[in-house]
Every structure is written in structure tokens, then in C-alpha cells.
């Protein structure tokens, strides 16, 4: 299984980017997705997650401005992030609990650079 992430950039504050992310490979089902992020000297966090049933739960620091979504026939999960913020920069990974043909497990995607300007 591999998760291919797409989509990152630069992009000016008050922005818009979309970040997509689709999985490949002997996939069954697909439970939970999300989007996290890592900034320089900082840890990686949540930015959104999306359950199966279409549940989603975002960090406050981009609630009102960032819509994770996903589409199941395509294996696919995007994040729309609008009014962008420099703080918003960092490498974004997408994430996927998966099961396959004999096992569970958690993937995670290459990462996709975001960088917003002032």
C-alpha cells in the first residue's frame, strides 16, 4: 500500500491550496484519514481527520478554514485550506488507516511542502 500526497506550494497569505492524497495497492477498506503537519523545530500535529463514515475533527488553530474531504471510490482524501496563514507553513502528511487483504495498518504518505508568504 502507498499514499501518494500532491498539491503543496507557495502561496501568498489569504491563499488557497489543495492538498490531495490518494492510496494504492491491495486496499479492502479504508478507515480513518487524515492530514497532520510538522514545521521546522516543531513536532508534527493534527490538522484533520475524517472517519469513514464522514466524521471530521479539525485543530482549532484552522477550524473555519481548512474542509478535509474524501472520496472512496478513488481512495482519495483532500484537504481545501482557504485565508492562509505563514504560520500554516510546514510538510503535510496524509495519513490512512487501512486494511488490506490479511492485515491493518497505518500508512503515511511522502509529505508535500506548503509555504505561505506574508
Known amino acids: 500500500v502507498q499514499l501518494q500526497a500532491s498539491g503543496g506550494g507557495l502561496v501568498q497569505a489569504e491563499g488557497s491550496l489543495r492538498l490531495s492524497c490518494a492510496a494504492s495497492g491491495s486496499i479492502l477498506t479504508i478507515n480513518d484519514m487524515g492530514w497532520y503537519r510538522q514545521a521546522p523545530g516543531k513536532q508534527r500535529e493534527l490538522v484533520a481527520r475524517?472517519?469513514?463514515?464522514?466524521?471530521?475533527n479539525y485543530a482549532d488553530s484552522v477550524k473555519g478554514r481548512f474542509t478535509i474531504s474524501r472520496v472512496d471510490a478513488r481512495n482519495t482524501v483532500y484537504l481545501q485550506m482557504n485565508s492562509l496563514k505563514p504560520e500554516d507553513t510546514a510538510v503535510y502528511y496524509c495519513n490512512a488507516d487501512i486494511m488490506t487483504y490479511g492485515r491493518r495498518g497505518d500508512y503515511w504518505g511522502q509529505g508535500t511542502q506548503v509555504t505561505v508568504s506574508s
Open positions: 475524517i472517519t469513514r463514515a464522514g466524521t471530521t
